[in-house]
């Protein structure tokens, strides 16, 4: 494909995010291009709202797996752009639609001249949540597929355009969802004595919350607790019968995560007694941390450094959370961050990625995948 096609395709995609698992527009549109392209080498799969597609190598001593996610983020757009989100609601902020194109890219290459090894490339829907990566690693597609390697990218909006980053071992860490329901009396606002106020209530769990990194993990280590969205009420003069916190948990240990989950319980127990309430806990979506494999980083990262095209940076880990974690837990792999030269970070309303990356990520897992044939 020619930078004009790639270009035309992530404006496209990038029209018509959906939801996990209900990526049902971006399936159809991802199968019509994979339609187009020579079928020769190809076996396509259907998984759910996602895709496997695999590549037969002329020899086929192994296989690479390369890892793509689909679904967009519940946002409303605010960017500049003459090729907005069709759907209300609805935006690709975190860069899948450049993340599908660039995939594309590769695989249309490929269709066109067989690979030595096979290739499979994994369409993975539901990267926002609940989680497609568990599943589809669970997948019989997968099983019979089974790579023996597994790559994949994810935009950096604060490297320039041309800029890998990446790092043997912990780039990403554990995250999980939180979600807390508070349920009490609501009552007349002029009779505030007679019912359990859920939004103070709620009030005060939020400051407790912001204690936790602060006083229960060691300085040494790393961890997030964000409350992002809370809610309670129905109408100014009516005291709140319930209450609901959403937020997120970051930590760079496995062990840390059980220390705040449970310092979370201790917290909400207090809240239960002091206010005379019930609290429901639901940890939703959980990733594990994304740990890369230490020699096939280096051998990526090597072969990155040779390449002109490219600016490698030996990065830090980050707070991110990425399903691709499992993968990784599975198979021996590596991930590393594209530069996308916007101002505005992930999940941002305003976020325009630069297409450049595209054409940077193409170019270069294609010299990588041919490479490593």
Known sequence: MNKEQLVNIRRELHQIPEPGFEEFKTQQYVKEKIAGMPQDFLTIEEWKTGLFVFVKGFEGHKTLGYRTDMDGLPIE???????????????????????????????????????????????????????????????????RFKPDEMYALHIAPEYPAGTIATKPGLLFANTSELFIDLKGKGGHAAFPHTANDMVVAASHLVSQLQTIVGRNVDPLDSAVVTIGKISGGTKQNIIAETARLEGTIRTLSIDSMEKVKQRIRSLIGGIESGFDCEAFIDWGANYCQVYNNEELTQSFMDFSRERREVELVECSEAMTGEDFGY????????????????????HDARIEPSEAAIFTAVSHMIAFFSKNQ
């Open 327 to 346: 993968f990784l837990e599975d198979t021996p792999g590596v991930m590393f961050w594209l530069g996308a030269d916007t101002p505005y970070g992930l």
């Open 77 to 143: 757009e605010n960017t500049s752009y003459s090729f907005r989100s069709q759907h209300e609601g609805m935006m690709h902020a975190c860069g899948h639609d450049l993340h599908m194109t660039i995939a594309l890219g590769i695989l249309e290459h490929f269709a066109h001249n067989q690979p030595k090894d096979h290739l499979l490339f994994l369409f993975q829907p539901a990267e926002e949540g609940p989680g497609g990566a568990k599943p589809m690693l669970a997948s019989d597609a997968f099983q």
